[in-house]
């Protein structure tokens, strides 16, 4: 498919998917689309954020600790493998693994896919005079689909990577279901390294998802005016304000932004209306929490295999190794 083709059905991806968010009960936005190139620059200030912990807790575990995942990696042995990294963001901490499994000659080719077209062309131009030896190949779109698409590559041994914690970025049922999804697109020998945000106080997690510069508000809001932009809407983001909640029991710390006003909203130059009461809440995004035994559960229900589990200092997070028997 061509990049224009591709870029036509991203954006009426966005617009159908937008559209039924917005008249579902209740009404919510997929997260997914927070990554527009302004998206992408506050996300990066939100992971220097005082109280964004996650950030720093893998950082730690992949900085000190890629020299023992390397291994395990490469311990079933054979020809090079490639890794595949979801969502891979601007590499800054897979960077410490790929330096090591080049070290090692046991990374035969790099593919980070990400749905913002911005980060797949800065790794592109970047991160190969940061990395001298790496071959790579970014993939601009949905994960599975990407994913896909490089099987049709070769069959050598894969490693996919799915750190930052977004497996959060689903409910349980749903973070089940994908993890079943990526199963099945894996082969007997290849292997998953996924990361988890751990269930700990509830003072520690909150403020991560309400930073006192109000970076995480104006994340959220950010969409509002992506909408705006590209999909002719008229929201007036000064009507809605952000509210993040989390509940220590499940585990689940969701966004929301709330209309503070009775108001109506245009889509697609009038193609839809939406109408929002005062004090109505519009979902944006979940973070959610485990503990190890919760993870275990799902990944093993998932088809996967335990191989090892990587901590941080503070033990607040986690990179998981599974393989597929």
Partial sequence: MSTAATARKQASSFLKDVITGLNAS???????????AKGDALFQQIMQCREYYLTRCEMEILSRQSGDMAAVLAASGG??????????????KSFHLLKELLHRGTLHRYYPI?????????????????LPGLQMEGLNGDYLEMLQQTRNYARRKRVIMFMGASIGNFTPPEALQFCCKLRQQMLPGDMLIIGFD??????????AYNDAQGITRAFNLNLLHRINRELEANFNAD??????????QSGSCKSYLISLTE????IGGGMATVRFKKDEPLYMEISQKYTVEEIHQMMESAGFSPVRQFYDSKRW?????????
């Fill in 317 to 325: 997070f986690t990179d998981t190794v599974w393989q597929c028997l």
């Fill in 263 to 266: 108001q109506v909203v245009e």
């Fill in 239 to 248: 009507n809605f304000d952000h509210y993040p909640v989390y509940d220590p």
């Fill in 114 to 130: 990400d749905i913002s077209a911005n980060i797949i062309a800065h790794l592109e131009h970047t991160l190969p005079a940061k």
């Fill in 79 to 92: 020809e090079p493998f490639d890794l595949i990294e979801l969502g891979a963001g601007d590499a800054s």
């Fill in 26 to 36: 209740p009404k919510y936005l997929s997260s997914k689309y927070f990554y527009d």
């Fill in 198 to 207: 751990l269930k700990k106080h509830p003072r520690i997690i909150l403020p």
